[in-house]
């Protein structure tokens, strides 16, 4: 299960999807967005994917985990759209026969989702709006005076 | 011969479209198409990031050679999780 | 949230209990009944535990895991009796504002647990029974002639 | 002076009973009691795994004195999880 939706995210949907009577183990991974971020305040964050690559993105990277770990299951499913203080805009749930694995599994997919799938995110702050980036570059100024392109986040 | 360029996120913005056709011409690259739209769009031509170049739902290279009906984006830096 | 209950657990219950503002990652380890061990056919466990001195344990453990790691709450709800192949034995849920301490803080609780919580585990297989036993040990042979004291686990 | 026993997993098994209640002397240490138990319940004596000592809920060495109603547990190795 490899999704990209606008709706809220059903954890438990993740783990009866992984849940197998090979596995000994299950490690769920939620990114919830955090109401600070680098000193500001934030309101909100807003993601936007380029869907049916993201899709494509997050199905590559649950093969490559299966390659490199022994787990049974992989769930994926990002959010898009506003996604408030608390809520989760991801969630990852890996199941394995022993937890070494489903916990080196989930691990790899949330940094590989930070570092290739195409998706961002738009923080909402007291005082204006940034788009988030990750990968290194230089800062770009849209819509709002302090605003710039930044290599934090306020999900983790 | 035609491409489609999709647009998201910050270039979205800046573009003002999130999806537009572009008639180019033969052999021309995923690279030199990049610069042709900064010319095409001025708002883009400050973006200094580090862009990747997907075509058809797939990272390429910027020497990639475009064919008909190519679906382009240039992709800016992810930032989901 | 530190609990040793009889009922089955409600993973919801713990992520909504570790929710927080500040944080912007949850980490969560399901512990479930996996259906073979040691080349033994398993049919189901049965848990016992010390009930009080198991909360007093898993306590002392979350204290440690919030000096050792920049978290912000954590819960962890153990089953007792018997837990049939797929379902969960143990929850933890673990919030913090970077992933990384949420991973790191999570995968301590369950070494923890397996170390030095007083819970114990008979294994019930086809052919027999027998109480796993994490730390070494001389075999004890128990309630039928194939059966010892074991050091792995049909859950991980 | 009495102590409380409570017998847990393979030891409740073996012993035949999940707690009891003892009659020892003055300065009898945890270790010790151990000792008279595998006297008292044969079935306890074979037990040679490595066994942990809790007091009142707490791990205690072997040679923690005894007091008047401690609640005392010889810990099997735990499988929890």
Known sequence: MFRVTRDAIDLQELVDFVTDPEAGAIVTFIGTTRNNNEGRRVIALDYEAYPEMAEKELT?????????????????VH???????????????????????AFEACRFAI????RSVPIWKKELFE???VWIGTQSGQPLNVNCSSSSSRSNSSTD | MKVKIKFF?????RAGAGEITKEIREGMTVG???????????RLAPVEMRLLYAVNQDYVAADYVLKEQDEVVFVPPVSGG
């Open chain 1, 60 to 76: 590559r990277l649950g093969e490559e985990a299966k390659k490199r770990w022994n787990i049974q299951r992989m769930a994926i």
């Open chain 1, 79 to 101: 959010r898009i759209g506003p996604v408030q203080i608390t809520e989760p805009s991801v969630m990852i749930a890996v199941s394995a026969a022993h937890r070494a694995d």
């Open chain 1, 111 to 114: 940094e590989e989702i930070k």
């Open chain 1, 127 to 129: 005082g204006g709006e």
């Open chain 2, 9 to 13: 996120a910050m270039l979205r913005e």
């Open chain 2, 32 to 42: 030199e198409l990049w610069r042709v739209l900064r010319r095409d769009y001025p």
